[in-house]
């Protein structure tokens, strides 16, 4: 009797393996493993894409023990990814390069050289010309890197997001395919279309031959073959780009719904159904999914740094050996005390709404007095005020009103961080009892493309944790206008 499902959520700090109970629909054990984070140069971020694999592998062989289980065991297996994250193999599926990951920013001067010329071309991606999507990194290496140039030139060359990658492993090289939340990243998507476009491959000089196959979110995409690790012939029936993924866990698959995700970086992500929404304060237009050839639409407002200015903490400063550190040193900094401080998280650019490519993180207002408990403070104050930026804009152009923001990933985990973001936005921060709601979503989208869950199940699904409602007061007030200040003089 098939008794899991398997989800898979290749992130980009670790790779989780989850497995759901296939008729409860309760998380039975997950196992996670972190891998290296490659920084060649500064704004150079990559993922070696055999330490990606390996740590996909490791936890599967790892959860299935756990949970006393053998490979025949499960049902299906949904897969969800970190996005934009651009992958280079061969058609035997050996990596030709690092992952150039979505956080990359060395295809900068080419955004700013071709931002007029692509501004024609806005309507139909739905998303700005920026380092953070694909097609410049794929350009990137098709013009320097002589191994993938020589792939190229012996048809010998597969270019795509850590999904495809994943898939083309897991099936034996048998499926090469993606979906549209994946394939909306790139800038070679029409929205329209959900096709592989002719003139933006052009554009970027991105062959559609080396491009996966797109098809709907939910389905057959292929099974697994050739594994040491699982048997053959269990189907893969669902790929979701990470941020959808939690849309989905958190019963967000109607119009209006929306959700914050905190991990590595924030996205806020709102339902807009049928509607390819065009945003007027520098949002994402993108794809929820695509079920039965209909698109979901959503708006998507992305800040590149969240947890991860957490880690910075614990890895470049020292001030704390672990994450979960961080809310206890934060608490105790009093508010008097942290008037003038400010963290700016931009170690990567400014994401959304205002798309400062190279922006700078910075840490202001210190004086002789400023103690590591302040830093903390100030940290998570920082991600919750740029966070903030992508709600107001949101709020602004969601055609619906917006009551309050559900929220997921480990940073939510976080209660002074959710306070914060309660307090920044002025609407309650609502937790859901299962926080990994990017695996949980694919999961569940594993069982609709099989059949076995309708739409309609999800919502009874879901349950609440904790609220965390605004509050109001006059230091709230002096951070957030502290906060536009020093956005408008530095970077806007």
């Known amino acids: 009797m098939k008794r899991f499902i398997l989800s898979i959520d290749q992130g980009t700090t670790g790779s989780t393996a989850l497995l759901i109970d296939s008729k409860t629909l309760k998380l039975v054990e997950k196992v ?54 651009v992958c280079a193999y061969d058609k035997k599926g050996n990596p030709l390069t690092n992952a150039i990951v979505w956080q990359d920013r060395r295809t900068s001067s080419f955004c700013s050289q071709n931002v007029e010329q692509y501004s024609r071309f806005q309507d139909k991606t739905g998303l700005p010309l920026d380092p953070y999507f694909s097609a410049t990194k794929m350009s990137w290496l098709i013009e320097n890197s002589s191994v993938v140039k020589e792939a190229l030139e012996h048809e010998n060359l597969l270019l795509s997001n850590i999904d495809a990658f994943l898939l083309f492993k897991l099936t034996g090289g048998q499926s090469y395919k ?4 994946n394939a909306s990243r790139t800038l070679l998507m029409d929205l329209d279309t959900c096709k ?8 970027f000089k991105v062959p559609k031959s080396v491009l996966p196959e797109i098809q709907d979110s939910f389905g057959e995409f292929g099974a697994t073959k050739g594994l040491d690790f699982l048997p053959d012939g269990i189907k893969i029936t669902c790929m979701l780009g990470d941020q959808q993924a939690a849309l989905f866990g958190q019963a967000g698959h109607n119009e209006g719904e929306l959700k914050c995700t905190c991990g590595t970086g924030a996205f806020i992500v709102l339902n807009t159904g049928d509607k390819k929404v065009k945003s007027s304060n520098g949002l994402l237009t993108t794809v929820a999914y695509r ?5 979901v639409y959503a708006l998507e407002g992305s800040s590149y740094i969240a947890g991860a200015a957490v880690q910075w903490l614990r890895d470049n400063l020292g001030l704390i050996n672990s994450a979960s550190e961080v809310e206890a040193l934060a608490s105790r900094a009093p508010d008097e005390a942290m008037d003038s401080v400010m963290f700016l998280p931009f170690f990567t650019g400014i994401g959304s709404p205002f798309w400062k490519s190279d922006a700078k993180a910075a840490i202001v207002g210190l004086s002789r007095d400023t103690s590591k408990e302040h830093i903390a403070r100030a940290c998570l104050e920082g991600m919750a005020l740029s966070i903030n930026d992508s709600i107001q804009a949101l709020l602004e152009d969601s055609p619906t009103t917006v009551d309050s923001i559900k929220v997921d990933g480990g940073a939510c985990q976080n209660d002074l961080l959710m306070q914060y973001q309660a307090n920044f936005s002025n609407r309650p921060i609502v937790r859901p009892a299962v926080i990994e709601t990017t695996a949980y979503g694919v999961a569940l989208g594993s069982l609709v493309g099989i059949g076995a869950l309708k739409m309609s199940d999800i919502d009874d ?3 609440e944790d904790k609220v965390f409602q605004p509050q109001d007061s006059a230091y709230i007030k002096r951070k957030l206008n502290s906060w536009k200040e020093y956005i408008n003089r530095v970077f806007i």
């Open 291 to 295: 079920l039965n050839s209909k698109t």
């Open 196 to 203: 592989w476009d002719d003139e933006l491959c052009s554009f």
């Open 32 to 85: 996670n493993y972190e891998f290296r984070q490659i920084l060649p140069r500064p704004g150079e971020v990559e993922h070696n894409l055999n330490d990606i694999f390996n740590s996909i592998k490791k936890s599967i062989i790892d959860v299935l023990e756990k949970a006393n289980a053998k490979g025949e065991d499960i049902e299906c297996i949904g897969i969800t990814n970190q996005r934009e994250t």
């Open 178 to 181: 993606t979906e549209p939340s």
């Open 461 to 463: 699904l879901w349950r």
